[in-house]
């Protein structure tokens, strides 16, 4: 009996590892798209003082050129508009041609890993040899079929550590 028992237990073990993987996939899946941004909040506080200070960016503060696109092969890239958006306001430096800032940034592979999200930069031939930055890994506060909230850390320097909470809305 004891045999029999020991056996079911095991059973269900690999059972629930099995399901439980299959969901983090699902998750993965669901991610897969565009998502446009529609809200930032970012929070600072200064190491050596305690203080803090916090900015919230509505949806009006951003257009289409703000947003993730996540594809299927698991590679992706964000665009960033012309804004740049900090504690303090908001600006739209130009570059040396009088144009507004802002890009895009290629990942080369992502993955979600529970409430993970993990980024590859792509490779940027810098120079010959040189060793290229590790995963960035931002946490997922909320994924669902039409919002996405990505929680980071901005700067976690020795004077301050920002964070950003990102609010985005799945592309129809």
């Not at 809200?39 to 509505?58: E, F, V």
């Not at 949806?59 to 012309?82: E, H, I, K, L």
């Not at 919002?147 to 990102?166: F, I, P, Q, R």
Request: net charge positive.
């Amino acid at each position: 009996m004891k045999i029999k028992y020991l056996f079911i237990m095991a059973a269900l073990a690999l059972c629930l590892y099995a399901c439980k993987k299959g969901s983090s996939n699902k998750s993965s899946a669901s991610i897969v798209g565009r998502w446009y941004q529609n809200k930032l909040t970012i929070n600072q506080q200064t190491i050596s003082t305690g203080a803090t200070a916090s900015a919230t960016y509505p949806a009006m503060d951003f257009d289409t050129t703000y947003y993730w696109q996540f594809n299927n092969d698991n590679t992706a890239f964000v665009s960033s508009g012309a804004t740049i958006f900090t504690v303090t306001g908001k600006s739209s430096p130009l570059n040396g041609n009088g144009q507004p800032l802002g890009g895009k940034a290629y990942y080369r592979w992502y993955k979600v890993s529970g409430s993970l999200l993990i980024l590859q930069l792509g490779f940027i031939p810098t120079c010959y040899n040189c060793s290229q930055p590790g995963p960035d890994t931002v946490k997922i506060i909320q994924l669902d079929a039409n919002t996405l909230v990505l929680h980071e850390n901005v700067d976690t320097s020795s004077v301050y550590k920002v964070t950003a909470d990102s609010y985005y809305t799945r592309a129809r």
